[in-house]
């Protein structure tokens, strides 16, 4: 995607909530007029945790989507965090996150939970800071991509 069509929105750690193992942000910024289809996805993001115990971290993020499927039909894993050393207790993306969520920009809040590997709740978090890519959905391109493509179905009827 050409880099005027897409925002991007950090999300600080001093302006969340936390209660048990989920992380509210309340109060996003309006980032359009319209509310437009677009996919959202973690490019960056960093935990510390009070005590980590475990390699890596399920971010499970509560946002409606419509490209998501899951075994457990709970809400989006949109980033898994690793730490190369559990004593220090920070967690990041490790790999580049190819995890796209088919969602809008119409967000009002946006909620995290954290998990292990497991499924079991992480309930200790100190610091989360998110930074999110927002990438806008081109509707007039895809609509001329889809209409193109109709003649080739109907050519052998």
Request: hydrophobic content about 35%; some cysteine.
């Amino acid at each position: 995607m050409p880099y005027h069509n897409c925002s991007y929105l950090f999300l600080h750690d001093s302006q969340k909530s936390v209660s048990g193992n989920t992380i509210t942000w309340n109060n996003l910024p309006v980032l359009s007029g319209a509310s437009r289809e677009c996919y959202i996805t973690i490019i960056d993001c960093k935990l510390i945790l009070s005590n980590g115990s475990t390699g890596s971290i399920n971010l499970k993020m509560d946002i409606p989507v419509r490209n998501y499927y899951s075994s457990s039909n709970l809400s989006p894993v949109a980033a898994i965090l690793h730490s190369d050393d559990n004593a220090s207790q920070v967690y990041d993306l490790q790999h580049t996150n190819e995890v796209h969520l088919l969602s809008n920009d119409n967000l009002q809040k946006i909620k995290f939970e954290l998990f292990d590997n497991a499924g079991g709740s992480v309930t200790t978090a100190d610091t989360l800071e998110v930074m999110l890519k927002i990438e806008y959905i081109d509707q007039a391109k895809e609509t001329e991509n889809f209409l193109s493509e109709i003649p080739k179905h109907l050519g052998g009827v």
